[in-house]
T-cell receptor
Framework: GENVEQHPSTLSVQEGDSAVIKCTYS??????FPWYKQELGKRPQLIID?????GEKKDQRIAVTLNKTAKHFSLHITETQPEDSAVYFC????????FGKGTRLSVIA | DVKVTQSSRYLVKRTGEKVFLECVQD?????MFWYRQDPGLGLRLIYF???????EKGDIPEGYSVSREKKERFSLILESASTNQTSMYLC???????????FGSGTRLTVV
């Protein structure tokens, strides 16, 4: 089955800097790669996703890139703000979603 | 906006009890899922269902069962609760397998 590795497990950045979270997946048949943000005490919420026929997708300060050959995808957050502090999960899918273990991002003001 | 509602935010149960966690979605989604979330382990799939009365095992089904008698409702059952089932349980739904999920707010279950 699918296996998703996510790095780093924790990340601290200064406000205004960029943050990058990386994930690798094992199943070349996976075709959908969403990212979820979970604030403290709240439910995970979808923030951006990408499908396997696209290499990059951008939504304001957030972008996701996908390298199908290398089987890895990354989340990029530019101009970070304190409200970006949360746990971020990547996921990959061939059938149900398989999640990475999460990255706790802290943005220091 | 799709709503996924979990009936309890916090539950405390005793070892050996039968526990029911309820999840209801209001947007006619075909697929429903149960995950448990533990620190350092991320989200692990327990069971999922792609249609009424259909169920599939996820990665960690042992000690759990599910029921989906109606399209909008997906129940997780702990047949005999144990302390290692203390966790946050998250329900999710999606319109199709190729879509993103909408999660419920979670049920924090403590088994004592």
């Amino acid at each position: 089955g699918e296996n998703v590795e996510q790095h780093p497990s924790t990340l601290s950045v200064q406000e205004g800097d960029s943050a990058v979270i990386k994930c690798t997946y094992s199943d070349s048949a996976s075709n959908y790669f969403p990212w979820y943000k979970q604030e403290l005490g709240k439910r995970p919420q979808l923030i951006i996703d990408i499908r396997s026929n696209v290499g990059e997708k951008k939504d304001q300060r957030i972008a996701v890139t996908l390298n199908k050959t290398a089987k890895h995808f990354s989340l990029h957050i530019t101009e970070t703000q304190p409200e970006d502090s949360a746990v971020y999960f990547c996921a990959a899918r061939n059938t149900p979603l398989v999640f990475g273990k999460g990255t706790r991002l802290s943005v220091i003001a | 906006d799709v709503k996924v509602t979990q009936s309890s935010r916090y539950l405390v149960k005793r070892t050996g009890e039968k526990v029911f966690l309820e999840c209801v979605q209001d947007m006619d989604h075909e697929n429903m899922f149960w995950y448990r979330q533990d620190p350092g382990l991320g989200l692990r799939l327990i069971y999922f269902s792609y249609d009424v009365k259909m169920k599939e095992k996820g990665d960690i089904p042992e000690g759990y069962s599910v029921s989906r008698e109606k399209k909008e409702r997906f129940s997780l059952i702990l047949e005999s609760a144990s302390t290692n089932q203390t966790s946050m349980y998250l329900c999710a739904s999606s319109l199709a397998m190729s879509n993103g999920y909408t999660f419920g707010s979670g049920t924090r279950l403590t088994v004592v």
